[in-house]
């Protein structure tokens, strides 16, 4: 088979469309033949060097897919070959054959293609374990969300609007903010233009945010606090604003907040396995509905990876960036 590898950590160019041995399901696995992945940004971090994926994983890029299934490992059950599945994965997704835990395995929601259908599992079990396992938030509560316009972002806008929470969304433009404002967002923040904490202290009269979901880490650690309501909950799941910021206990207390910091990728088998059921049993019937849809910005072929990551270093996209399997 093929798949883009990183001989060497460095930019786009870095990403090689070569020929790999094809990978065996173990014990618990299935082996599926990709249709679609899409770019994440820990996929830019991992062709940097800055993210290794962990021990005994595949070594290539890509933490979901979609695609049918090859053929399955020992001691599956529940799945056949053939079925449509979509996938979180520890890593290989930018493959034409990657080998995934049962248990990480979501069948394409009814009602959207095979290719979309890539477009779903990170963010999905992203967003569902941090803003509702973690942090809890609660129809009539006040989401902040960092990047509104990213892949994250959409999705997280969507499903705390349908739970009936209030959504506040950052973004760089004017034209990003209107596709939050078209998903759902009430509250809409310019942050090249405005300050954050004090917008949202206005929208919600002195209140703050009940949850905030942060992707920006050290740059907005004193702020993302300020911006807290009482008993607020800040989740910290990205680290684009650096990694060492100072953090006064005092204003935490004040406001009986709580920090939290996740990853997705490391987790042990049996959490993701959680995770991805509780994605199937509250955000499918979502997708399934309507409600919430997946948003896509555009698709290129596996091969022109490269140019996947230009776009997402770029920062002009709303939404994900697809890569579409030859002969998909």
Known sequence: MYAITIPEPGGPEALVWSEVPDPVPGEGEVLVEVVASAVNRADLLQRQGFYDPPPGSSPYPGLEC???IASLGPGVSGWAVG???CALLVGGGYAEKVVV???QLLPVPKGLDLATAAALPEVACTVWSNVFMIAHLRPGETLLVHGGASGIGTMAIQLAKAVGARVVATAGSAGKLARCAELGADVLIDYREQDFVEELSKATDGAGADVVLDIVGAKYLERNVKALAVNG???????QGGVKGELNLGALLAKRGAVMATTLRSRPLREKASIVAAVREHVWPLIEAGTVRPVV?????LPEAADAHRALEAG??????LLLAPGA
């Open 316 to 321: 002009d996209h709303v939404g994900k960036v």
């Open 297 to 301: 910005d555009r698709t290129l072929p």
């Open 233 to 239: 909950r800040l989740v910290i799941i990205g680290l």
């Open 66 to 68: 979609s695609g049918r």
């Open 101 to 103: 835990p049962a248990g």
């Open 83 to 85: 079925d449509e599945v």
